[in-house]
């Protein structure tokens, strides 16, 4: 006869707050999807508002999330929805630009490839042990000018100098790594 043992599942006692801090990452992901359809439709007013709105909920669940009110994987969402964020949001703008204005397409591909490439940065010095910091100063400010620039239609400007921030954090992230390196 054969004996089947019990499988033991162990649950890992969740920070307090961690409900509200992954509700709120997963509403600023879904209002991020909703301004880039807006940005599709070609509601730049109302697209500002989902983007606006996304921004914040991801920027107080990111905050939360690394500062005692999530667990890891809330850590994990946060980073991966702020990827999200750039690349439905820039994405869409790229899309919606490139025939009627391609320095506004242009600027969002370098804004979305350096907001990546910036990550990739910090997660390689992370996976390395190395302490790369994270602002959300910078994630703060990105979302800002997107929204500013669909609200009051300075696309032109705002999304070249978000891609001109997200280049920015890159050359420090990178710096911070080789100085790590070094040490």
Avoid: K
């Amino acid at each position: 006869m054969v004996r089947f043992q019990r499988l033991q599942i162990r649950f890992q006692r969740q920070p307090p707050g961690t409900a509200i801090t992954r509700t709120m990452l997963i509403a600023g992901g879904g209002a991020a999807a909703v301004g880039a359809w807006l940005v599709v439709a070609r509601e730049p007013e109302w697209a500002s508002f989902a983007a606006g709105a996304s921004g914040v909920l991801l920027l107080v669940g990111g905050h939360r999330a690394n500062h005692g009110e999530g667990g890891p994987t809330d850590r994990m969402l946060d980073e991966l929805l702020d990827r999200a964020w750039d690349g439905v949001l820039f994405g869409a703008i790229a899309w919606v630009a490139r025939d009627p204005a391609p320095p506004i397409a242009v600027g969002a591909l370098v804004a979305l490839c350096a907001s990546f490439l910036s990550a990739y940065v910090r997660a390689r010095g992370a996976s390395l042990s190395y302490s790369v910091e994270e602002s959300h100063v910078t994630r703060g400010v990105r979302y800002a000018l997107v929204t500013a620039g669909l609200a009051l239609g300075w696309l032109a400007w705002t999304v070249w100098i978000a891609a001109g921030l997200s280049v920015l954090a890159v050359l420090v992230r990178t710096s911070q790594v080789a100085r790590e390196e070094r040490a």
